[in-house]
């Protein structure tokens, strides 16, 4: 109950959500340089104080960011119809490899061809882990989170792989401005997935 003269305190549940949906607003429109308390605040249209009232460190809003950002992609690729048909571990045909090499490719294309800086800005807040400690667990979080979703297709090992070849490609994509392409993906992951013959490294 609020005291004589003092404003009644507003019940406001979704207010933490919120602030994090400002955060990755803020950091997609000028960066992990330009996130502070202040700019998530004004963003977000609360006090200054319910910032650091739910995130009491930058760190712990990137970290809630970072999670937030990660899980579109893994969601997708858990509800793709890719995975939806089980094999055991290792027990693909070269033909059920090169299905599943086209639908993640496919899949990858879907997301880079969608809006692109909502792509970058998952990038940003992921590579950011590299100068924020507290951010490292996040980043490993959408790794594993990624290869075991891939795993229901593939064996463990592979699966890892696969996540650092789809990585590398957005990475190439969005550094260099260039336009993904989804028949390169698609082959290099059926390599990966069913490596039946030495790769042609002829230029």
């Given amino acids: 109950m609020a005291r004589p003269g003092q404003r009644p305190r ?3 549940p979704e207010r933490r959500q919120r602030i994090v949906d400002a955060a990755l607003r803020v950091v997609g429109a000028r960066g992990i340089a330009g996130l502070s308390h202040r700019t998530v605040a004004a963003e977000a249209d609360v006090p200054l104080g319910s910032t650091t009232y739910h995130f009491s460190s ?51 294309g879907e997301w880079i061809g969608g809006e692109r800086t909502g792509l970058e800005l998952e990038y940003e807040l992921y590579l950011a882990a590299l100068r924020r400690p507290a ?36 990475l190439q994509v969005l550094l260099t401005g260039g336009t993904y392409d989804e028949e390169y993906a698609r082959t290099m992951m059926t390599r990966l997935l069913a490596p039946t013959e030495p790769p042609n490294l002829a230029p």
Wanted: proline share 3%.
């Fill in 135 to 170: 951010l490292r667990p996040v980043a490993a979080e959408w790794t594993d989170a990624v290869a075991k979703a891939l795993s229901r297709r593939t064996d463990p090992v592979t699966a890892r792989a696969l996540v650092a070849l789809m990585d590398g490609i957005c």
């Fill in 10 to 12: 507003r019940h406001d």
């Fill in 58 to 108: 930058l760190d712990e809003l990137l970290v809630a960011a970072l999670r937030q950002a990660n899980e579109g992609f893994a969601r997708a690729l858990r509800e793709s119809d890719a995975l939806t048909g089980l094999t055991a571990p290792g027990a693909g045909s070269t033909a059920a490899a090169s299905d599943l090499a086209a639908a993640l490719a496919r899949l990858m």
